[in-house]
């Protein structure tokens, strides 16, 4: 697939896989809503609590990997995407893709 390709297959999904690693060394995957924005190939911007798991585990190893995927009718397609994930917690940078969220107290405390 050419990146074209790619970029629309994965607009199309409606969840991601996306991978951290624990204290111990050991991988760990969740499914998530898909990305709340997306600059191309390069960068994925996903939401949630500053208090989840993840936060805890990308803070201390920002390794990571994404995964999409469709099931067809007779096969399954996937795409997985490997990098670096950096936990936003600035305001500025990350409130426009939370504009569809509830938010109670100071949203900068409790969403990145």
């Not at 989840?52 to 990997?65: F, T």
Request: net charge positive.
């Amino acid at each position: 697939m050419d990146n074209n390709t790619i970029e629309n297959f994965i607009r199309k999904q409606k969840v991601a896989f996306i991978c951290s690693i624990d204290e111990e060394g050991f991988p760990n995957v969740k499914a998530m809503l898909k990305p709340r924005k997306m600059d191309g190939l390069q960068h994925f911007y996903f939401s949630t609590n500053t208090s989840s798991m993840r936060v805890k585990q990308y803070m201390g190893n920002p390794n990571a990997c994404v995964y999409f995927y469709h099931k067809g009718l007779i096969k399954y397609v996937g795409v997985m995407l490997k990098g670096k994930m950096e936990v936003l917690t600035c305001r500025n940078r990350w409130m426009p893709l939370l504009t569809r969220l509830p938010t109670t107290g100071t949203p900068s405390s409790i969403h990145c």
